[in-house]
């Protein structure tokens, strides 16, 4: 067991149900159930992706590494954002401590600005994109896959780069940019699982093994050869990109529809109460 990836786990989760107990009985009708179970969800699919066999399976099939590099990038961010961590973490924080983060969190500090600027759309959406697509260069990934230390700056990397891209689409505390447009988020959605999809088809397409490591692993297992366990890997990579990214573009678009339909019946509203 990684006692590195363990304990930050085990410590985030214990002070976000903490704060989510305190904050409940606070405001009870503003803290919902279904947060605490999305914060779970998503510290889960951290562990499946760094504490399960798959981690060991990952150094053996390009398949299985590519399941855990969407875990990390395209399911645990979003759950997590979902949760609305921050209040919740904070709350669960002693009371010194919390006030001392929360002052470097206020409003002009130069971490709440960096954040800002890192979260800025299309800031966040290159940083996806280039995360993505540099790490599995040949040479990188070949890198990653013989350095212990360089893998998990990569899979540090990956996730980072996860939470950066969901910000503005899901948008928790603290809001750093005002309202964004879900018309603007879908494009901006549509644009990175555009890419994602590119990917998985250039690395299911290819007519020979592009990373080494996998030639003589490869084949010992359940009879899959190293070009197939790559053709999965690039699959998997653009059908987990497709379905998040679908489910994401539905949600927005009905959240889009149900503000416009309000719209007109809060004109009408203020038309009928304003002065005649």
Known sequence: MRAEVLLPLLLVGS??????VRLSRRAPLLVRRWRLALAFAGLTSVGLALLS???QLAHLLFSAHMVQHMLLMMVAPPLLLLADPLPMVLWGLPRSLRVRVGLLLA??????????????MPLAWLISAVTLWVWHWPRAYEAALRDGLLHDLEHLAFFWAGILFWWPIVSPAPRLHGYVRHGLRIVYVVLAEGQHALLGLLLSMSPEVLYASYVTAAPRLWDLSPLDDQAWGGIIMWATGGVVGLATVMVLLFLLFARETE??????????????
């Open 53 to 55: 066999p798959l981690d």
């Open 107 to 120: 409003s002009g500090r130069p971490l709440r600005r960096t954040w800002r600027a890192l979260t800025w």
């Open 263 to 276: 719209t007109p019946l809060l004109v009408r509203t203020a038309e009928t109460l304003g002065p005649r």
């Open 15 to 20: 002070a976000y149900a903490i704060g989510w």
